[in-house]
């Protein structure tokens, strides 16, 4: 078969031709330890925004711009935790889901599971962590590493762990894009679950994954510096020796 020429192509996929051969640029060493500190600082304080930050980080020697850690906040999926006003009516495509474990009785192994995705420094790079565990038993029940934040390895993980375990029958969520996506609470609904979102601005909502990545975070993440993929996913020393 005639392979299909460049131009021709983008032609078909509406890309510049001038860009087909573009190459995203990495971070700089001095973004990800300002991303590694940024990391560390949402962990101890989740209602710190983007001036707050500014303020812990920045110094004479070594001023931030505002915009930079806004920049590098929304690459990492970090959101300040706060109330914030209703400005704008909600889309009708999009279905709101609402909090279901206000005063539920949480009694049992899968009656309620909860998912979420942080992000994982390492020396040289990031990657996402997407988990999903038990509230009753706190038990991980999967995870996945993934280079990007989409919606494929948030389902994959969700996927794998009702292979594994059986089907749930609420999954607790936050309000994040992956999770609200179309194709995430498609799946969902497919598979018969019932889909749990945080309030906006709501800490404790989510609480037993939060502290489940605080404790992977400050006994395994910020002790070592993985330099790889392969050596953060690594059996015996990395992430995967403690999860």
Sequence with gaps: MKAIPIMR????????RSSYYYEPEPETPQNLDLMRRIDELHMNHPYYGVLRMQAELTNEQTPINEKRIRRLMRKMGIEVLYRKPNLSKPCPAHLKYPYLLRGLDINRPNQVWSMDITYIPMEKGFMYLCAVIDWHSRFL???????????????????????????????????????????FTGWVAENGIQLSMDGRGRATDNVMIERFWRSLKYEKIYL???ASNLELFNRHNGIHAFL
């Design 9 to 16: 192509q983008c032609e078909l996929l509406d890309l510049p």
């Design 141 to 183: 029940l999967g995870w996945k590493l993934s280079n990007t934040l989409s919606v494929d390895f948030c389902i994959e993980t969700l996927e794998e762990a009702v292979v594994a375990y059986g089907t749930p029958e609420i999954v607790n969520t936050d309000q994040g894009s992956q999770f609200t996506s179309d194709v």
């Design 224 to 226: 070592h510096g993985y």
